[in-house]
């Protein structure tokens, strides 16, 4: 290569090719450190753009030394913040592992020791298990996070509701919340295998995006929202008669930690029934028989404390307060009703807003990052415009 070349003197076609264009490009390890050397001599930031569109395009990257590689996975990774994973299977490969953000051996010598896996099988079949697998735990790890998020928001707002009237939670409330419901269901919920195909589909890179939040907020606000027209319900009845504790003793039971006990332990079961994410990254919430045992007992025992049929002294302890904090059948059924409704918001909220939110949010993300390249393939270098193509060096190269 001449060594009065640089980039604008090259007669290359992809220079003036739109993005459009079906095409890609094969480079050698010479010819890509020539184009970065020119990168870090001219300050010109069209030169950048130069580098930026070759990475994109460029399938084939040939004949490179150690650090060539290293070099070419840092670029890589710095146009538009790409992931990049690297396979390798011998020392000279070392450099490059390290560097990517996701890095396979492919033999269990020299380069086993600086990536982060290494496969037993010598050939690049284990990358679908692999994707597979990081999402699958990726998602598991968010679906986690959203439900504890939840009983802290459900627990903290009934908490909440009752102290404005000094009252709390009963003993058995909290065993029944905490030990039956929260402990069962976050363990298994978790439980879930890997989903058996590889979509192009990816959960989202970053714990605050629009997703997890829009999915958080909006189903911490709707519980709360439940949660006070359950007290509505309760506050508008005509056998309600306010009891005064004044002590929050957690022995006691009335009206109002009755009702907020009823509407609580429906909402920690269907939170975690619709943070089970399913395909395409996870197996059906059904096909985790863990989850599914404990789910339907569950239900069944919130069915029978709501609805109390046999009415035992167990469940409502009837000597302390005389039968005052007792409900009537009539309302307990107008809180169920209530409590179906508040399933079906909070379904809808997280399999139809949640996803509308973030498919608009994401499309808007792909527009941005197509504008940026198409301003990029835009750039016509100054000998390519003016017909100065410098056609010896071209050929030098």
């Given at each position: 290569?001449?060594?009065?070349?640089?980039?604008?003197?090259?007669?290359?076609?992809?220079?003036?090719?739109?993005?459009?264009?079906?095409?890609?490009i094969a480079i050698t390890g010479k010819a890509f450190s020539f184009v970065l050397r020119e990168v870090e001599e001219n300050e010109d930031p069209q030169y950048q753009k130069i580098?930026?569109?070759?990475?994109?395009?460029?399938?084939?990257?040939?004949?490179?030394?150690?650090?060539?590689?290293?070099?070419?996975?840092?670029?890589?990774?710095?146009?538009?913040?790409?992931?990049?994973?690297?396979c390798g299977d011998g020392a000279n490969d070392v450099g490059a592992l390290k560097t990517a953000n996701l890095g396979v051996s492919l033999s269990e010598a020299e380069a086993s020791?600086?990536?982060?896996?290494?496969?037993?099988?010598?050939?690049?079949?284990?990358?679908?298990?692999?994707?597979?697998?990081?999402?699958?735990?990726?998602?598991?790890?968010?679906?986690?996070?959203?439900?504890?998020?939840?009983?802290?928001?459900?627990?903290?707002?009934?908490?909440?509701?009752?102290?404005?009237?000094?009252?709390?939670?009963?003993?058995?409330?909290?065993?029944?919340?905490?030990?039956?419901?929260?402990?069962?269901?976050?363990?298994?919920?978790?439980?879930?295998?890997?989903?058996?195909?590889?979509?192009?589909?990816?959960?989202?890179?970053?714990?605050?995006?629009?997703?997890?939040?829009?999915?958080?907020?909006?189903?911490?606000?709707?519980?709360?929202?439940?949660?006070?027209?359950?007290?509505?319900?309760?506050?508008?009845?005509?056998?309600?008669?306010?009891?005064?504790?004044?002590?929050?003793?957690?022995?006691?039971?009335?009206?109002?930690?009755?009702v907020i006990y009823f509407t609580t332990i429906w909402q920690y079961c269907f939170t975690a029934l619709v943070f089970m994410v399913g395909k395409p990254f996870r197996e059906p919430?059904?096909?985790?028989?863990?989850?599914?045992?404990?789910?339907?007992?569950?239900?069944?025992?919130?069915?029978?404390?709501?609805?109390?049929?046999?009415?035992?002294?167990?469940?409502?302890?009837?000597?302390?307060?005389?039968?005052?904090?007792?409900?009537?059948?009539?309302?307990?059924?107008?809180?169920?009703?209530?409590?179906?409704?508040?399933?079906?918001?909070?379904?809808?909220?997280?399999?139809?807003?949640?996803?509308?939110?973030?498919?608009?949010?994401?499309?808007?993300?792909?527009?941005?990052?197509?504008?940026?390249?198409?301003?990029?393939?835009?750039?016509?270098?100054?000998?390519?415009?003016?017909?100065?193509?410098?056609?010896?060096?071209?050929?030098?190269?």
């Amino acid at each position: 290569m001449a060594s009065s070349a640089n980039i604008a003197d090259l007669d290359v076609p992809f220079f003036n090719m739109p993005s459009s264009e079906n095409y890609c490009i094969a480079i050698t390890g010479k010819a890509f450190s020539f184009v970065l050397r020119e990168v870090e001599e001219n300050e010109d930031p069209q030169y950048q753009k130069i580098l930026s569109k070759l990475l994109r395009r460029c399938l084939i990257f040939a004949r490179m030394h150690p650090d060539e590689k290293a070099l070419m996975i840092k670029h890589m990774m710095s146009v538009n913040k790409n992931i990049v994973g690297m396979c390798g299977d011998g020392a000279n490969d070392v450099g490059a592992l390290k560097t990517a953000n996701l890095g396979v051996s492919l033999s269990e010598a020299e380069a086993s020791i600086a990536a982060p896996f290494t496969s037993n099988i010598q050939d690049i079949s284990c990358i679908p298990i692999l994707l597979r697998e990081g999402k699958s735990a990726l998602s598991t790890s968010y679906q986690s996070f959203k439900y504890m998020a939840l009983y802290s928001i459900i627990q903290f707002t009934s908490v909440t509701i009752l102290y404005l009237y000094q009252i709390d939670l009963t003993n058995w409330s909290y065993y029944h919340i905490d030990i039956l419901i929260i402990l069962p269901l976050s363990a298994t919920m978790a439980m879930s295998g890997t989903y058996r195909q590889l979509t192009r589909y990816k959960p989202t890179g970053r714990l605050v995006s629009v997703q997890i939040l829009t999915s958080v907020i909006g189903q911490g606000a709707i519980q709360i929202i439940f949660q006070v027209l359950a007290m509505y319900l309760l506050f508008s009845s005509s056998f309600y008669a306010p009891i005064c504790i004044n002590n929050f003793d957690t022995d006691d039971a009335c009206y109002e930690n009755t009702v907020i006990y009823f509407t609580t332990i429906w909402q920690y079961c269907f939170t975690a029934l619709v943070f089970m994410v399913g395909k395409p990254f996870r197996e059906p919430f059904y096909k985790n028989f863990w989850f599914t045992g404990f789910f339907i007992i569950l239900m069944v025992l919130n069915v029978f404390v709501t609805f109390n049929p046999f009415n035992w002294q167990f469940v409502y302890n009837q000597e302390i307060w005389a039968g005052q904090w007792y409900l009537p059948l009539p309302f307990r059924i107008k809180l169920f009703i209530l409590i179906i409704v508040n399933a079906m918001v909070t379904i809808f909220w997280e399999r139809v807003i949640v996803k509308i939110v973030s498919v608009s949010w994401k499309e808007r993300r792909e527009e941005r990052r197509k504008l940026i390249e198409a301003q990029e393939s835009m750039y016509i270098p100054p000998s390519l415009g003016h017909g100065g193509i410098n056609t010896s060096s071209s050929r030098n190269a």
